[in-house]
T-cell receptor
């Protein structure tokens, strides 16, 4: 079993749609969680940290469920510019960071 | 300012060459990282430096040799690479070491390496 697993893509949605990604992790000692986006041939860019209480930044909401060992990212009112690959990252208490394989989102007019 | 810079942007090297990748950050971050990313794959952690000391080596072959000359600089020395080492090499930094508070990682643009 992979340490971090993401929903398989691709996700193709129309503008204005709401889309959600999930990511599960296997190491219960994991402590830090993040969502990154990566555009083609670019570096990953931090989108959000994920906290136990959940957090929201504009159209983006991230949640953490420690009991079920998953994190989620919700994007509301999708824009064309949201098209990218979304990567979840999990850091466990030994300090190792593991990326999920990524989920590709395409927002269409 | 969350800028991490990397040089060169592109590098082509033969299997007998020795080259170095460079990474720099001036954010006062105390942890720096090297990742390797192959096409259509996620980044894979190679090394972590915390307070200028190597804290994690993910069983990387010795033909990759990291070096942290000071708190702002991180190098990756390359020697006798194989064609399968061709990839995008990403550097990142975080204010705190991983899993110790402010450990959000900020990535540089990467060096696209081709080994011939």
């Amino acid at each position: 079993r992979k340490e971090v697993e993401q929903d398989p893509g691709p996700f193709n949605v129309p503008e204005g749609a709401t889309v959600a990604f999930n990511c599960t992790y296997s190491n219960s000692a994991s402590q830090s969680f993040f969502w990154y986006r990566q555009d083609c041939r670019k570096e990953p860019k931090l989108l959000m940290s994920v906290y136990s209480s959940g957090n929201e930044d504009g159209r983006f909401t991230a949640q953490l469920n420690r009991a079920s060992q998953y994190i989620s990212l919700l994007i509301r009112d999708s824009k064309l510019s949201d098209s990218a690959t979304y990567l979840c990252v999990v850091i466990h208490n030994a300090g190792k960071s593991t990326f999920g394989d990524g989920t590709t989102l395409t927002v269409k007019p | 300012d969350t800028e991490v810079t990397q040089t060169p942007k592109h590098l082509v090297m033969g299997m007998t060459n020795k080259k170095s990748l460079k990474c720099e950050q001036h954010m006062g971050h105390r942890a720096m990282y090297w990742y390797k990313q192959k096409a259509k794959k996620p980044p894979e952690l190679m090394f972590v430096y915390s307070y200028e000391k190597l804290s994690i080596n993910e069983s990387v072959p010795s033909r990759f040799s990291p070096e942290c000359p000071n708190s702002s600089l991180l190098n990756l020395h390359l020697h006798a690479l194989q064609p399968e080492d061709s990839a995008l090499y990403l550097c990142a930094s975080s204010q705190d070491p991983p899993d110790r508070g402010l450990d959000e990682q900020y990535f540089g643009p990467g060096t696209r390496l081709t080994v011939t």
